[in-house]
């Protein structure tokens, strides 16, 4: 995988996967042009309707629904911002990362390049590695798959990571499997508007 060339070891990890009715290189533009947008805002409401949501998810969540209703996040946004990336096979696999206090309330990820991503080992800090690709799982059929990787530099920057990840697994968890499903209808109406 992609992703292991960028963190073969980690502390957390999250994986999502979604078939989809499309080829894999329909899968991976759907990846590509999926607006982030469309999962996070009903995502966030919902969230916002469960009980003991940590408040750094509530004040995130809150944000979201206050953004204008045009408001679009692609990959490629993604990447203009913190976000960088990694490694990518055309067609197959992207993969991006970042590094950050991940457990603070207002993360400030740090400006780095894939190299400086990779070399990275400053105490106090977590990295971020995610991966989406697609695997053809039949006769224009694929998979689409997520895998977020962190790993901390220190003892004490993994005790936090861990502690953090147990607090909002439920809430990324949620997000991604709505995030995969838009990737599967952006993915499904390119290939129905290519047949129309």
Known sequence: ????GYMPHYDVVERHRVVVGASREGACRGIREMDFMRALIPAARAIDDMRDVPRAIRE??????????????TLSDALG????????????????????????????????TAPEFHAFREPKYAKLAIAFWAESVGRDKSAVRFEARALATDDSARAHLRRWYRDIKPYTS?????ALANIKAEAEALVATSVA
Request: proline residues 4%; aromatic residues 10%; without cysteine.
């Open 174 to 178: 949620f997000f991604m499997r709505r």
């Open 1 to 4: 995988m992609l992703i292991d």
């Open 60 to 73: 995130w969540v809150h944000r979201i629904e206050h953004l204008p209703p045009d408001t679009r996040f």
């Open 81 to 112: 911002g913190k976000l960088v990336l990694l490694g990518e096979r055309r067609g197959r696999a992207v993969a991006i990362g970042a590094v950050g206090k991940l457990w603070k309330q207002h993360v400030a990820f740090l400006t780095l």
